[in-house]
């Protein structure tokens, strides 16, 4: 089962503007991870953001984290076509055991359109 | 330095032959995860391998079996395949140590006719 959903579906803009993509997830978690897809290939990783973390930067990449309301965001900055991907956000349940199961959203559509 | 690797990148089967998937972790990895992810869909875990047994396993039926051998590579089988297998089978590896972060190979498709 997904324990992440992401928000939008798909999202489609211009190059140079900015795309905010979404997650929420259900259960208690260690960290909260971004991964890309391109078209049908494996996925990379970008960014982890740990449980006692609220915000995180990595270049043109900034993802918040609110416990709370158990979301994430990941914020993309002057996008460019190269960007054209899905996006996943990924849960880590781990609190300090051996439970290594990344479980993955369905994903955004991201397309920058030049 | 080499990541995952992942073989055959493409393959196609009739409903009720066997498959075999087969994964070479990254240089310095331990621990092989699977995922399968359907057309439009995240990635659905399958299970993860680490010192050659199962340690996890997701909700998956026993058609789908794996194995992991001595050298860290990793294989995974499924029996009887229905047309409903037809995804993209992902292979993950990491260390047991450090943070849990994934490095995906670039998948075999598989689809079942």
């Known amino acids: 089962s997904q324990q992440g959903e992401e928000d939008p579906q798909a999202l489609s803009i211009q190059e140079g503007e900015n795309a905010t993509m979404n997650c929420s997830y259900k259960?208690?978690?260690?960290?909260l991870q971004w991964y890309r897809q391109n078209s049908g290939r494996g996925l990379v990783h970008l960014i982890l953001i740990r449980s006692n973390e609220r915000e995180k930067h990595s270049g043109r990449l900034r993802v918040t984290l609110d416990t709370s309301k158990k979301s994430s965001s990941l914020l993309i900055t002057a996008s460019r076509a190269a960007d054209t991907a899905s996006y996943f956000c990924a849960t880590d349940p781990t609190s300090g055991g051996s439970n290594y199961k990344l479980t993955f959203g369905k994903g955004t559509l991201l397309t920058v359109n030049p | 330095d080499a990541g995952v690797t992942q073989s055959p990148t493409h393959l196609i089967k009739t409903r009720g032959q066997q498959v075999t998937l087969r994964c070479s972790p990254k240089s310095g990895h331990d621990t092989v995860s699977w995922y399968q992810q359907a057309l439009g869909q995240g990635p659905q875990f399958i299970f993860q391998y680490y010192e050659e047994e199962e340690r996890q396993r997701g909700n998956f039926p026993d058609r789908f079996s794996g194995h992991q051998f001595p050298n860290y590579s990793s294989e995974l089988n499924v029996n009887a395949l229905l047309l409903g297998d037809s995804a993209l089978y992902l292979c993950?590896?990491?260390?047991?140590?450090?943070?849990?972060?994934?490095?995906f190979g670039a998948g075999s498709r598989l689809t079942v006719l």
């Open positions: 259960t208690s978690i260690n960290n």
């Open positions: 993950a590896s990491r260390t047991r140590a450090g943070a849990n972060v994934l490095t």
